[in-house]
């Protein structure tokens, strides 16, 4: 079984790494925002140098969640490749890990890709701190992401839906979720209203866990029981209607 996982694991890799459109996204854009954002506006003040980069990564998270993992299992599901697999000798859930477990590799090296690069450019000392709170951020960020993004591949916002559709739903969700919260600014601050509305988005504690904040844990657990329990209801309505 390791070693079915393994290879599962390097083909999915393999396969991600020749679709160099989602590896510009994956590795090239981030880092291109960081030392643009960073030279443009972080010369000189740590804190803002560090409050972007985490921006990044929050993002970075939102875009592995709702669009890597989520559209990849519905389009295994409604294309029947699941019935497939099915009679393949290795168990399904193999597949899904490795699946899983290539688009977390790939988001770790976009990670310290950005924070070696912080570091040699912009002087961030990466503190055992510092790695902590991104290795919380990270896994708290793709599990509630990524029940969000499965929730929104499996929606069928009309019976038939293509996969532009769903694709614009997708972008929908992902730049609401990105640009109203405190990613790249402290929205919250402009004005006090708009602050409380950000107190209700999922971003915003993934960003408090990045950042060394006082979390809104209540706000993130909620995010993430509903995700799931919404992913759930979509899926067995979606393979009863198959």
């Known amino acids: 079984m390791i070693r079915t996982l393994r290879l599962s694991i390097y083909y999915q890799l393999l396969m991600a790494l020749r679709m160099k459109q ?64 099915k009679k393949l000798p290795f168990n399904i859930l193999t597949h899904f890990f490795g699946l899983i477990s290539s688009q977390l590799l790939l988001m770790l090296l976009s990670t310290a890709l950005l924070l070696v690069t912080g570091a040699l450019l912009f002087g961030i000392r990466l503190t055992p701190a510092l790695l902590g709170q991104v290795l919380a951020g990270l896994t708290a960020g793709l599990t509630v992401f990524g029940f969000i993004g499965l929730s929104v591949a499996f929606l069928n916002v009309k019976k038939g839906g293509g996969v532009a559709q769903r694709g614009s739903l997708a972008s929908a969700v992902y730049y609401v979720l990105v640009f109203l919260s405190d990613a790249f600014y402290p929205l919250g601050d402009i004005n006090p209203v708009l602050g409380q509305v950000l107190h209700f988005s999922p971003m915003n504690p993934v960003l408090q866990l990045l950042r060394g904040e006082p979390v809104a844990w209540l706000t993130l657990v909620a995010w993430t029981a509903l995700a799931l329990g919404f992913f759930l209801f979509q899926f067995r309505r979606f393979t009863s209607a198959r």
Do not use: C
């Not at 590795?27 to 506006?41: E, T």
């Not at 990044?56 to 559209?71: D, K, Q, R, S």
């Open 22 to 85: 989602a590896m510009f996204f994956t590795l090239a854009f981030p880092l291109f925002l960081f030392v643009l954002f960073g030279n443009l506006w972080g010369q000189g003040d740590p804190d803002h140098l560090l409050f972007t980069l985490t921006g990044i990564l929050g993002m970075n998270v939102a875009t592995e969640g709702i669009f890597a993992i989520g559209p990849a299992i519905k389009d295994y599901n409604s294309s029947g490749i699941l019935r497939y697999f």
